[in-house]
């Protein structure tokens, strides 16, 4: 599988392809403007890192395996996100995140980037769990920012609603120190004290407390800022920022106990505030959408 992926995709100085973490077929990417790596289980960026450092968090207890969804980096959510919003016995966030995924192709983009772009497709499989066809790309922009765009297109004969994120986990220094600009004034659900709310001010994350907000209708520039970095985060096409910490009191299996303190989550979803399916972004048949997300990381000056 590998020596194929090689011979159909790989671009010398800029991207090939081996066997990771998990033996997980893995994208290495190594051009003039930053490293990254990508796993085609969960179509899932596991690292980004520019000449001003590291991007990303990952957790050391991060599980590589199939089925699993990997911890940290982007993991792609879709068709859902969050629990169902009928039947909570199926998996949060989709399946997306735990799927093996197709090369679709791979370029080098006029500034010296490097464009990697993944696919799947409805299966016996996943029509099992959501009955209704599908095409889902993630088109990945690796150069001196990071672009990273998901194109949905029903290849069905009925329409279907869906909502989805990047569920981006950037790494920070400290998050005593951290804080997101760019939401005050904004409306947003806090999913920990179930209750509706207004932004005032910058989001910061006292006292190891949970944060866990749903902002509808989010500007689409952002800026999070740690003691050493600033990201500038620009989204087109979405409707919805998630902004999550899991504090102290959120244990869970693949993150350590002290991990909150070193990321925190600036989600780019659409549908993601929905609270019934007729909320959620409909999509006709033979219809295609898109969202994206754009990261510009820096040293503060």
């Not at 749903?214 to 096409?237: F, G, K």
């Not at 919805?240 to 299996?253: C, D, E, I, L």
């Not at 925190?264 to 409909?282: F, I, W, Y």
């Amino acid at each position: 599988m590998i020596d194929a992926l090689n011979n159909q995709h790989a671009i010398a100085s800029h991207i090939q392809f081996e066997l990771g973490v998990g033996r997980l077929p893995t994208a290495y990417i190594n051009n003039a403007h930053a490293r990254a790596t990508v796993s085609l289980h969960g179509g899932h960026m596991v690292s980004f890192a520019n000449e001003h450092g590291q991007l990303l968090w990952v957790s050391g207890l991060a599980t590589y395996d199939h089925g699993e969804a990997i911890r940290g980096g982007v993991p792609v959510i879709w068709p859902w996100f969050g629990a169902h919003l009928t039947d909570k016995d199926l998996p949060a966030h989709g399946f997306v995140r735990a799927s093996m995924w197709d090369v679709v192709r791979t370029e080098v983009l006029a500034d010296g980037g490097t464009r990697l772009v993944l696919g799947i497709e409805d299966s016996a499989e996943t029509r099992a769990i959501w009955p209704h066809s599908f095409q889902l790309q993630v088109t990945f922009d690796i150069a001196t920012t990071l672009t990273i765009t998901l194109t949905v297109k029903n290849t069905g004969a009925t329409p279907f609603r869906w909502s989805g994120a990047l569920h981006t986990y950037f790494a920070i220094s400290d998050v005593a120190q951290t804080a997101v600009a760019g939401l005050d004034g904004v409306a947003f659900k806090d999913t920990v004290a179930h209750v509706d709310d207004v932004q005032s001010g910058d989001i910061r994350f006292p006292d190891g407390a949970t944060v866990d907000n749903v902002y509808h209708a989010a500007p689409a520039e952002l800026l999070l800022q740690d003691e050493t970095h600033v990201t500038r985060i620009t989204s087109q096409n979405a409707d919805a920022t998630v902004v999550w910490n899991p504090g102290r009191s959120v244990q869970k299996a693949d993150i350590d106990e002290d991990a909150f303190e070193r990321f925190v989550c600036v989600e780019t979803a659409c549908g993601a505030s929905a609270t019934t399916q007729d909320e959620m972004p409909l999509l006709a048949p033979g219809e295609s959408t898109t969202f994206s997300a754009t990261y510009q990381h820096e040293e503060r000056a």
